[in-house]
């Protein structure tokens, strides 16, 4: 039987499943060694991480039946090329919704109430007491959130903002629109707000993203997208990096042209935009959206059924593609 290849070792109860489903070799490979690796012909399934990128070239020499990745979100893989060649990708969805939107909401109030600067005045000994100006930020209760994109991590963004006063708004698919029905919106019905994305970047006080990276949202936001927002306004970004002109972002920052960002994502990770870290108006987390100790457990548990069920040649649970078995 063919082996699991495993690029990083994954949380309990992860590897105990992968264990138990074959045999299972963890290596760290770079790019260059994952494509030699899958073209070996040794792995039925490889279980990848977000950093492991199967493109059209790797996937057209791979000789492996399927791909688990580590994440929700699959940008990493030419899903499209996987198809053609007959390689099941799957992800690890629903496990890590509620945790990226906390993550979303943490930033929101850390950007507008200036949750970083403060700390670190307090810290460095700069408190003296209490001042009728001290460290004024912005209000996010009664303000309007713009939700680009209407997924699972949207709502549940939505559902929290809901709760802090905030009037919410979405364009379910930037920078188009689509039709989103009653049955679609729910719970929604009626407290949320479908617009078109000039509408969510221009009224939005909080613009969050909440939209997979393809070619159609690479740089969503850019330049001319800040230069719509409202002055006072804070970007806010849980989804994928390159969906915001991070250069553009800095400028932008700098300038004033918007009031924030809140980032968990960055362009070229783990590398920032020369710039970003020295601005006082951003947040920034290191892609933590699903960093807690029991999301990523649940994470590493579907993602090594999935890896489990296709090393036994079934379909995964939580299939992204369908190809034909070759
Ligand atoms: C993390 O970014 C994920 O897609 O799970
Ligand atoms: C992510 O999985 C989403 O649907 O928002």
Request: a negative charge; hydrophobic letters at 45%; proline letters at 6%.
């Amino acid at each position: 039987m063919r082996k699991i290849l495993v690029t990083a070792p994954i949380p309990a109860p992860g590897m105990d499943i992968l264990a138990a489903a074959g045999e299972v070799e963890l290596l760290a490979l770079d790019h260059d060694g994952l494509a030699e690796r899958c073209a070996s012909g040794e792995y039925s399934v490889v279980v990848s991480q977000l950093r492991d990128r199967f493109d059209r070239e790797l996937l057209a020499s791979a000789n492996i039946s399927g791909i688990s990745n580590y994440a929700v979100g699959y940008d990493n893989i030419d899903v499209a090329a996987a198809t053609e060649h007959g390689i099941t990708v799957a992800n690890t969805p629903g496990v890590l919704t509620n945790s990226t939107a906390d993550i979303a909401l943490l930033l929101m109030l850390s950007t507008a109430r200036r949750v970083i600067e403060a700390d670190n005045f307090v810290r460095s000994g700069a408190f003296t007491g209490w001042e009728p100006e001290l460290m004024l930020g912005t209000d996010v209760s009664g303000r309007v959130l713009g939700l680009a994109g209407f997924g699972r991590i949207a709502r549940a963004t939505a559902r929290r903002a809901l709760g802090f006063g905030m009037t919410v708004q979405f364009c379910p698919r930037p920078p188009s629109d689509r039709e989103v029905t009653d049955g679609e919106l729910g719970e929604f019905a009626g407290r949320v707000q479908h617009v078109s994305w000039d509408e969510l970047v221009t009224t939005s006080d909080f613009l969050s993203l909440h939209v997979p990276l393809t070619a159609d949202t690479h740089h969503l936001v850019d330049a001319s997208t800040l230069r719509a927002m409202k002055s006072s306004s804070i970007l806010i970004n849980t989804a994928r990096g390159p969906v915001v002109d991070e250069v553009a972002l800095v400028t932008a920052l700098r300038e004033g042209v918007i009031g924030g960002a809140g980032l968990d994502v960055y362009e070229n990770e783990p590398r920032l935009a020369p710039g970003l870290a020295g601005l006082p108006n951003v947040v920034l987390l290191p892609h933590v959206g699903s960093a807690t100790v029991s999301v990523r457990s649940e994470m590493a548990r579907l993602c090594a059924e999935n890896a489990a069920a296709m090393a036994n040649g079934a379909p995964p649970p939580h299939p992204v593609n369908s190809p034909v078995p070759m």
